[in-house]
């Protein structure tokens, strides 16, 4: 069955880096494209990234522009997300999430989360 | 990147049928019908519920079904029971390769 998990979470303080991953199995990984969507605590989801199935193609949303970087390794069956400059905003859970893909440009199926949080 | 606007709440009885609305401002969401619905339960990932406006996917009630008209989606739950009560929300494809969520709407059964 599909299975997406999410690792890499934790306490980090705001300005610093981290790397969030998320393994896929159950799927072929490269015939989809992948979303990362973050929610914080106590708040909506909000979508942040978008990577296409070969990787050529990465969009990200406004508030993460210029300090976060989505990317895979399909050989690996594996969805990253490169997090830099974080911000105490920035706490939250993130999900990835396989876009469905009969072009509907839904999310068919979500990982558990990350939790990120960013804090002195 | 523009939000989508859904109510905070919205609460029926058992028995019920309720409605959420989804309105949204860019021509994207008013000429496309690439509107999708997510079930949240407290503490778990968003299940989809309603693609493409009005489409279920295996295995989703048919109690559950979703609508379009113009700037406004939305999800409607015939024979509301007790364990619809949790979050729902609306998720929009806003264009140039970006995607918008509404704020969430807290479905309470009385």
């Known amino acids: 069955q599909v299975q997406l998990v999410e690792s890499g979470g934790g306490v980090v303080q705001p300005g610093r880096s981290l790397r969030l991953s998320c393994a896929a199995s159950?799927?072929?990984?490269?015939?989809?494209?992948m979303h990362w969507v973050r929610q914080a605590p106590g708040k909506g989801l909000e979508w942040v990234s978008i990577?296409?199935?070969?990787?050529?193609?990465?969009y990200h949303a406004d508030s993460v522009k210029g300090r976060f970087t989505i990317s895979r390794d399909n050989s690996k069956n594996t969805l990253y997300l490169e997090m830099t400059s974080l911000r105490l905003e920035d706490t939250a859970v993130y999900y990835c999430?396989?876009?469905?893909?009969?072009?509907?440009?839904?999310?068919?199926?979500w990982g558990q989360g990350t939790l990120v949080t960013v804090s002195s | 990147q523009s939000a989508l606007t859904q109510p905070a709440s919205v609460s029926g009885s058992p028995g019920q049928s309720i409605t959420i609305s989804c309105t949204g401002t860019s021509s994207e969401f008013a000429n496309y019908n690439f509107v999708s619905w997510y079930q949240q339960n407290p503490g778990e990932a968003p299940k989809l519920i309603i693609y493409e406006g009005t489409k279920r996917p295996s295995g989703v009630s048919s109690r559950f079904s979703g609508s379009k008209s113009g700037n406004t989606a939305s999800l409607t739950i015939s024979g509301l029971q007790a364990e619809d009560e949790t979050d729902y929300y609306c998720c929009s494809f806003a264009g140039s390769s970006t995607w918008v969520f509404g704020g969430g709407t807290k479905l309470t059964v009385l």
């Open positions: 159950g799927f072929t990984l490269s015939g989809y494209a």
């Open positions: 990577i296409s199935d070969d990787g050529s193609n990465k």
């Open positions: 999430a396989r876009e469905d893909i009969t072009n509907s440009f839904a999310f068919d199926y």
